[in-house]
């Protein structure tokens, strides 16, 4: 009996190098997670003081997009351009919110923009694009990382009364 337990003993722990599962190196594992993460969304996107206390991922992004959607066009609604170029209705500038917090805007002229002077409408936009609230970066696994979005800026014509 104590040979057939020494023997059972000797082929469980001779056996156990047949039960060891092949461990994936950590370069493979990289490659692994690094494929199946989304490079396209972010998991928070940015936000102002505002849009904080919504906890819906969608409105509140509908409420950064509204919120900087109006201080833009607020910025943007002087006579100076409105003067200059009474036939633009709408422009697009694209929004760059870096990871410490620091916003980029950069006007989008349409392809037809010959008729317009381009370098002079962007000074006039980038000199108004300033004094914005805090903005905090959009978050991707925990970290400030950097977004780009495209807004639509619509000129109001003011009434004359």
Do not use: H
């Amino acid at each position: 009996m104590k040979q057939f337990i020494c023997f059972l003993i000797f082929l469980v722990l001779g056996s156990c190098q047949y039960f060891e599962k092949q461990v994936p190196s950590e370069k493979e594992l990289l490659q692994k997670e690094l494929k199946s993460i989304n490079w396209k969304e972010v998991d928070e996107y940015p936000s102002v003081a505002d849009c904080e206390k919504i906890n819906d991922k969608k409105q509140r992004q509908q409420c950064f997009f509204e919120i900087m959607s109006q201080l833009i066009q607020e910025k943007l609604n002087t006579d100076t351009l409105s003067v200059l170029y009474p036939e633009l209705d709408t422009i697009e500038v694209k929004v760059t919110v870096f990871p410490n917090a620091t916003l980029k805007f950069e006007p989008q002229f349409p392809k037809d923009s010959a008729t317009y002077d381009t370098i002079s409408m962007d000074s006039i936009i980038r000199a108004r694009l300033i004094d914005f609230p805090k903005v905090n970066p959009a978050i991707k696994r925990g970290i400030p990382v950097k977004s780009q979005f495209i807004l639509p800026v619509v000129f109001k014509e003011k009434d004359n009364k």
